[in-house]
Nanobody
Framework: VQLQASGGGLAQAGGSLRLTCKAS????????MGWYRQPPGKQRELVAR???????NYTDSVEGRFTISRDNARRMVYLQMNSLEPEDTAVYFC??????WGKGTLVTVSS
C-alpha cells in the first residue's frame, strides 16, 4: 500500500493550498479516506474524512474552510484548504482505512 501526499508548502494567512493524496495497492473505492495533521510539538489529529459513499466530516476548527473530496477513478483524495490560519501549520498525513498511513506533507502558514 502506498499513499503519496503532495501539495504542502508555505502560504500566507488567508491564503489557500490544495493537498493531494494518491493511493495505490488498495481497492480505493471501498476505503474511508482521511486527512490528519500533526502541529509542531502536538499530537496527530483528525482534520477531515470521507467515507466510501462520500459522507464527510471535519474537525470543528476547519469546518467551513477546508473541503475534502475524492476521485475513485483516479484513486485520489484531496483537501482544499482556504482561509488558512497560522494554527493550521502542521505536517499533514493521508490515511486509508484504519491502518494505512502516507508520509506527511508540511504546511506552513505565516501570519
Amino acid at each position: 500500500v502506498q499513499l503519496q501526499a503532495s501539495g504542502g508548502g508555505l502560504a500566507q494567512a488567508g491564503g489557500s493550498l490544495r493537498l493531494t493524496c494518491k493511493a495505490s495497492g488498495i481497492n480505493f473505492k471501498i476505503y474511508e479516506m482521511g486527512w490528519y495533521r500533526q502541529p509542531p510539538g502536538k499530537q496527530r489529529e483528525l482534520v477531515a474524512r470521507i467515507t466510501s459513499r462520500g459522507t464527510v466530516n471535519y474537525t470543528d476548527s476547519v469546518e467551513g474552510r477546508f473541503t475534502i473530496s475524492r476521485d475513485n477513478a483516479r484513486r485520489m483524495v484531496y483537501l482544499q484548504m482556504n482561509s488558512l490560519e497560522p494554527e493550521d501549520t502542521a505536517v499533514y498525513f493521508c490515511k486509508a482505512g484504519l491502518n494505512h498511513w502516507g508520509k506527511g506533507t508540511l504546511v506552513t502558514v505565516s501570519s
